[in-house]
T-cell receptor, first 116, second 112 residues
Framework: NAGVMQNPRHLVRRRGQEARLRCSPM?????VYWYRQLPEEGLKFMVY????????ESGMPKERFSAEFPKEGPSILRIQQVVRGDSAAYFC??????????????FGPGTRLTVL | GDSVTQMEGPVTLSEEAFLTINCTYT??????LFWYVQYPGEGLQLLLK?????DKGSNKGFEATYRKETTSFHLEKGSVQVSDSAVYFC???????????FGQGTRLTINP
């Protein structure tokens, strides 16, 4: 059973470009979370999605950031018009959460975004 | 809002030393508590968890006990190894909220 997959592992963008980060959850998991880790800091929650629905986006910046988890295919975190402050590691996690029961989140290896 | 505070690092120990990494939390409900470990260049791996007061999570020689009265979840290991060198994150998930709230992480280095 493959784990959570993220690609690319490393992404370099120039200021003003768009960054697209992909996450394929573990087989059988329909819940996806995105977290951002700034250098030497802990992970900060960004968004929680189920198939075709955004459940909680309280950690997402209001501008330039968007996320989706379509019925088919991976979850996508999109950052438009990147700035140097967007440089960070972006981690995706998935879980088999059901209802109000908290299940373990399984993390991918992360995408390290560098904005030049 | 919910928050997690960890012992600041970095922490450097000799092999076979006793390890404690302190973690305290603030939450409005009854959270589940977790310790995650991150090895260099990798994602986070769940180390152990506890879902209610007085539960003890354990794995690979590490232990942590959910203490509601002191709102703490300190990580301990009796005899550390060089391979335990990593960054350790304490986290909570409030009931129904699903998202994890992380502490800032503690970098642990074990010298042979």
């Amino acid at each position: 059973n493959a784990g959570v997959m993220q690609n690319p592992r490393h992404l370099v963008r120039r200021r003003g470009q768009e960054a697209r980060l992909r996450c394929s959850p573990m087989k059988g998991h329909s819940h996806v979370y995105w977290y951002r880790q700034l250098p030497e800091e802990g992970l900060k929650f960004m968004v929680y999605l189920q198939k075709e629905n955004i459940i909680d986006e309280s950690g997402m910046p209001k501008e330039r950031f968007s996320a989706e988890f379509p019925k088919e295919g991976p979850s996508i975190l999109r950052i438009q018009q990147v700035v140097r402050g967007d440089s960070a590691a972006y981690f995706c996690a998935s879980s088999p959460t059901e209802g109000q029961i908290v299940r373990e989140q399984f993390f991918g290896p992360g995408t390290r975004l560098t904005v030049l | 809002g919910d928050s997690v505070t960890q012992m600041e690092g970095p922490v450097t120990l000799s092999e076979e030393a006793f390890l404690t990494i302190n973690c305290t939390y603030t939450a409005t409900g009854y959270p589940s508590l977790f310790w995650y470990v991150q090895y260099p260049g990798e994602g986070l791996q769940l180390l152990l968890k506890a879902t209610k007061a007085d539960d003890k999570g354990s794995n690979k020689g590490f232990e942590a006990t959910y203490r509601k009265e002191t709102t703490s979840f300190h990580l301990e290991k009796g005899s550390v190894q060089v391979s335990d060198s990593a960054v350790y994150f304490c986290a909570l998930s409030d009931q129904g909220a699903q998202k994890l709230v992380f502490g800032q992480g503690t970098r642990l280095t074990i010298n042979p």
